[in-house]
């Protein structure tokens, strides 16, 4: 079982960057991916993105977050980061890193989850 801790939330205008990070520890060498998802106050938990994790770089991201977010890793440090670019209002959310044995956006295949760290967009 892996441990992961995000950070980097915190309140923001419209526009504005944020980067999150995830730092795991623990057994990390069946993790084949490192996912974030969202949700919202009254939402269902939305796919963000996600990237492999020990092998090659392979990523997938969410529709609605595409072009603005980028997710990176560093394997050395066990760490798994999302760049936010050009916040909106609508990316207002608690922000969960997960782990799981493939790169896919559905989260019922992630095993392990964080405590989630707060993103608040202001227009």
């Known amino acids: 079982q892996l441990q992961l801790v995000e950070s980097g939330g915190g309140s923001v205008q419209a526009g504005d960057s944020l980067r999150l990070s995830c730092v795991a520890s623990?057994?990390?060498?069946?993790?084949?991916?490192m996912g974030w998802f969202r949700q919202a106050p009254g939402k269902e938990r939305e796919f963000v993105a996600t990237?492999?994790?020990?092998?090659?770089?392979?990523?997938l991201y969410g529709d609605s977050v595409k072009g603005r977010f980028t997710i990176s890793r560093d394997v050395a440090k066990n760490t798994v980061y999302l760049q936010m670019n050009s916040l909106k209002p609508e990316d207002t959310a608690v922000y969960y890193c997960?782990?799981?044995?493939?790169?896919?956006?559905?989260?019922?295949?992630?095993?392990?989850w964080g405590q989630g760290t707060q993103v608040t967009v202001s227009s």
């Open positions: 623990g057994r990390t060498a069946r993790t084949f991916a």
């Open positions: 990237i492999s994790w020990n092998i090659g770089v392979v990523t």
């Open positions: 997960a782990a799981g044995p493939a790169v896919t956006g559905k989260s019922k295949a992630y095993i392990d």
